[in-house]
T-cell receptor, first 113, second 113 residues
Framework: KNQVEQSPQSLIILEGKNCTLQ??????????LRWYKQDTGRGPVSLTI?????NTKSNGRYTATLDADTKQSSLHITASQLSDSASYIC????????????FGGGTRLMVKP | DGGITQSPKYLFRKEGQNVTLSCEQN?????MYWYRQDPGQGLRLIYY???????QKGDIAEGYSVSREKKESFPLTVTSAQKNPTAFYLC????????????FGDGTRLSIL
């Protein structure tokens, strides 16, 4: 069964600090991996999308890494801001089943002043 | 601005009542999707449509129905057969028929009275 597990479930950091969110998956065969940011009461917004051949991708202060061999990804947030407070969702696509997506449960990040 | 509009933002349902959630997009996207989000869980696919007048069941279609009479619109009806309808419902769309949604609406929160 395709699964995506994220850790930690929740995280509190001080403004200006860095943090790293983890994503482990068992989806196979792999097509791509995405990280989304979801503000409370809003829809998810795509941060990065990575294919098998990419191991790092940045979007401003967000940097995603992918290790397709160990089936792990991380999202690193640099110099956190209060507006980074949100849930971060890891999503993996499988080439089977019509590229359907498997969603992780998300990491809820709170940035405090 | 192009995007996906979901309405209403909040919806309440009485026992035994059907309710319909609206989803409209002006992105000219072919495919549209409905997801359900429960606290701490990943998004789960309810229904999807890759073309007008055609739609497919997702992983949790029981108790739900959809229609796709226009490219721009993909309404979701939560029927009385859905015994646990309280959730956050997200509509999404994608340009192609690759089952990989690119844009999400801001959701409808459905609660039972």
């Amino acid at each position: 069964k395709n699964q995506v597990e994220q850790s930690p479930q929740s995280l509190i950091i001080l403004e200006g600090k860095n943090c790293t969110l983890q994503c482990n998956y068992t989806v196979s065969p792999f097509s791509n991996l995405r990280w989304y940011k979801q503000d409370t009461g809003r829809g998810p917004v795509s941060l990065t999308i990575m294919t098998f051949s990419e191991n790092t991708k940045s979007n401003g202060r967000y940097t995603a890494t992918l290790d397709a061999d160990t089936k792990q990804s991380s999202l690193h947030i640099t110099a956190s801001q209060l507006s980074d407070s949100a849930s971060y969702i890891c999503v993996v696509s499988s080439k089977n089943a019509g590229n359907m997506l498997t969603f992780g449960g998300g990491t809820r990040l709170m940035v405090k002043p | 601005d192009g995007g996906i509009t979901q309405s209403p933002k909040y919806l309440f349902r009485k026992e035994g009542q059907n309710v319909t959630l609206s989803c409209e997009q002006n992105l000219n996207h072919d495919a549209m999707y409905w997801y359900r989000q429960d606290p701490g869980q990943g998004l789960r696919l309810i229904y999807y449509s890759q073309i007008v007048n055609d739609f497919q069941k997702g992983d949790i279609a029981e108790g739900y129905s959809v229609s796709r009479e226009k490219k721009e619109s993909f309404p979701l009806t939560v029927t009385s057969a859905q015994k646990n309808p309280t959730a956050f419902y997200l509509c999404a769309s994608s340009i192609g028929r690759d089952n990989q949604p690119q844009h999400f609406g801001d959701g409808t929160r459905l609660s039972i009275l």
